[in-house]
């Protein structure tokens, strides 16, 4: 295989614009750290965006920031963190989960795996926080979509529509987002002991109180060992976490415990055990076994996810936790996926999507790893393939 480095947005153009002269097909890569995601790539030539990096403009009284496409995450973050700021969407680290090192992910991998965490619920995903991309189609055409400022209307927005494409549209090179200004402080609310029907009722109570809860999580009892070092292990946990000024967590906190108390034992995680747990929630750690056994990301809604659970635990081994209120699965199965009868049981509870996110080459091979679309949406999926890359030069078969 060759690789491709380019060091510049020019470089890179003339990389795309040589695999459709020669219609040879191109796997992206930005630091590999989801790598594993996706169908095994089917190209003999590679381009590695990790010499794209750097930050090219931060204004925080602005909230604006724009970097190029392989800038660590992690890096950014860091500069964030000393204004104060953050990327609000939170964006996952699936490094671990995965098999290699942490801090590998980077801001345009963000954009094509449209990356979030347990925040989602309140503030989106990457889609929902990009402001304008530089990219390059498999056509090997130059374009740009949006701008740099906050409030900007060009037409239609690309760079919402790339979000989530894993590089199979467009090669993107350079990416502006919004910032926001991060919170004073967390706390988490612990209640323990609850079921995951019983869980479901009260993330879902204390989603709809005046509490503002920014996020909602329930481990069984099998999972809360592999957090905080073992500090939850035990019995179940569905926390609740509160952001803001100190003031408004504590009053926050006392309606929750109003409102929940009488469910279970309440249990209190200070800043710093919370900003780690959640962090863990986010990255999927308690699944970072170093294996490839199986685990499916699957969605759906919170109402149903944890009924199509307990049907799933009657016909396969499966360990399970979950995020976003319940509507967010992460499934650990003992078994090869059998990727069909999943996606019928999510549909038999009302529908969602499922994509597995770890398994071994082979299996991902013979697997549809993305849920399938079908119909209206299938075929707006086929014509903008067939508008931004018509000779399947970029990723060819990572989605399927």
Not at 332 to 346: F, K, Q, V, W, Y
Request: with cysteine.
């Amino acid at each position: 295989m060759t690789t491709f480095t380019p060091s510049s947005a020019a470089e890179t153009l003339d990389v795309v614009q040589w695999a459709v002269s020669e219609e040879t097909p191109l796997e992206i890569v930005g630091h590999g750290s989801k790598r594993g995601i996706g169908r095994p790539g089917q190209t003999e030539h590679a381009i590695d965006l990790s010499g794209l990096t750097g930050v090219t403009l931060y204004e925080p009284e602005e909230l604006v920031l724009s970097a190029r496409a392989g800038t660590p995450i992690a890096e950014v973050e860091a500069l964030l963190k000393a204004h104060r700021q953050e990327f609000a969407f939170e964006p996952m680290d699936y490094g671990p989960l995965l098999g290699t090192e942490p801090g590998r992910g980077t801001v345009g991998g963000a954009l094509a795996a449209n990356l979030s965490g347990p925040r989602r619920l309140k503030s989106g995903a990457a889609r929902d926080h990009i402001l304008g991309v530089h990219a390059i189609s498999g056509r090997g055409e130059a374009f740009k979509s949006g701008g740099r400022v906050v409030k900007n209307v060009t037409g239609y927005d690309l760079s919402k529509g790339l979000a989530g494409s894993w590089g199979t549209l467009a090669v993107v090179t350079d990416l502006t987002f919004k910032v926001l200004p991060a919170a004073e402080t967390e706390k988490t609310f612990v209640i323990r002991g609850l079921d995951d029907g019983p869980a479901a009722f009260a993330m879902a109570a204390a989603m709809g109180s005046s509490a503002e809860v920014s996020s909602a999580a329930h481990m069984p009892p099998s999972v809360t060992g592999r957090v905080l070092d073992g500090a939850l292990k035990g019995q179940a946990s569905t926390l609740l976490r509160l952001e803001g000024f100190g003031p408004s967590v504590e009053y926050r906190l006392a309606t929750l415990t109003g409102l929940l108390a009488a469910q279970g034992t309440v249990e209190i995680l200070e800043e710093g055990q919370s900003r780690l747990v959640w962090r863990e929630i986010r990255d999927c750690l308690p699944y970072a076994d170093g294996t490839s056994r199986p685990v499916w990301r699957i969605s759906m809604a919170p109402s149903q996810g944890w009924k199509m659970v307990a049907e799933l635990r009657l016909h396969a081994g499966a360990d399970v936790f979950y995020d976003w209120q319940g509507g967010l699965i992460w499934a650990r199965m003992e078994a090869e996926p059998d990727a069909e009868g999943l996606r019928a049981l999510i549909a038999h509870f009302g529908g969602g999507h499922a994509t597995l996110v770890r398994a071994s080459g082979p299996v991902r091979a013979a697997s549809q790893v993305f849920q399938p679309q079908a119909g209206a949406l299938g075929a707006l999926a086929r014509r903008l393939k067939d508008q931004f890359d018509p000779k399947g030069i970029l990723n060819p078969g990572r989605m399927g």
